[in-house]
């Protein structure tokens, strides 16, 4: 394939194993890379899987520089600081109550799919990150009847503005399907959506479902 700039990506498949040689000497290195070869897998597979009316789907998690030079994306984002991590500590507590409540509460349960998928989907991760905050407003408004967003920012002590600035200007434009108006996102803009996400889900489980 011939991308933008005169950029060039060939794809080749074995037994289920997908890779991308990219000679893209436009790109600024290894992490818009694997965006890039990404992208250009989804066309060839998304392709194949509407010819065959099949739900094929990719996963792509390494990327290798033309030195040699491996890079494993694992399923675990980091911020600014290697260190980083979305995880909720204590950590076995926080699983423990989410296996209970989510077998309780179906919008709790769907909305931390979503965070989840938001994690390692780089084009969709606003969308994703935007429909599991919009999932926990529908379980305010289930639970309390009061339809508005307001309900929500009292119970939690979250914002609109807020919310709008990190996560809804980006997942507008796809969420209405006007795919050449998305705003390209940075790492830290991602990473920013999921903490923000991830937030609002801890809030609605303690407002919920407290802790002993």
């Known amino acids: 394939?011939?991308?933008?700039?005169?950029?060039?990506?060939?794809?080749?498949?074995?037994a289920s194993q997908v890779s991308v040689l990219l000679d893209a000497p436009s790109l600024d290195g290894w992490i818009s890379a694997f965006i890039v070869a990404e992208s250009v897998a989804s066309i060839i597979v998304?392709?194949?899987?509407?010819?065959?009316?099949s739900g094929y789907s990719i996963d792509?998690?390494?990327?290798?520089?033309?030195?040699g030079t491996p890079h494993v994306f694992g399923v675990r984002p980091?911020?600014?600081?290697?260190?980083?991590?979305?995880?909720?500590?204590?950590s076995l507590?926080?699983?423990?109550?989410?296996?209970?409540f989510s077998g309780h509460d179906l919008f709790f349960r769907l909305a931390v799919q979503d965070y989840l998928r938001a994690m390692t989907d780089v084009t969709d991760c606003a969308t994703y990150?935007?429909?599991?905050?919009?999932?926990?407003?529908?379980?305010?408004?289930?639970?309390?009847?009061?339809?508005?967003?307001?309900?929500?920012?009292?119970?939690?002590?979250?914002?609109?503005?807020?919310i709008?600035?990190?996560?809804?200007?980006?997942?507008?434009?796809?969420?209405h399907g006007n795919w050449v108006n998305a705003p390209v996102t940075t790492s830290l803009q991602r990473w920013m959506m999921l903490s923000q996400t991830r937030d609002i889900l801890v809030r609605y489980l303690n407002y919920a479902a407290p802790a002993a």
């Open 46 to 53: 998304n392709s194949l899987g509407f010819a065959l009316g």
């Open 129 to 162: 990150c935007y429909r599991a905050i919009e999932g926990i407003k529908s379980a305010i408004v289930f639970r309390t009847g009061n339809d508005s967003w307001d309900e929500m920012h009292s119970l939690l002590g979250t914002d609109r503005t807020s």
């Open 164 to 175: 709008t600035e990190v996560v809804k200007r980006f997942a507008d434009p796809v969420r």
């Open 60 to 67: 792509m998690r390494q990327v290798v520089e033309a030195d």
């Open 78 to 90: 980091t911020g600014e600081r290697p260190g980083d991590s979305l995880a909720i500590e204590p």
């Open 93 to 100: 507590l926080t699983f423990k109550r989410a296996i209970r």
């Open 1 to 14: 394939m011939t991308l933008q700039g005169g950029d060039t990506a060939s794809v080749s498949c074995k």
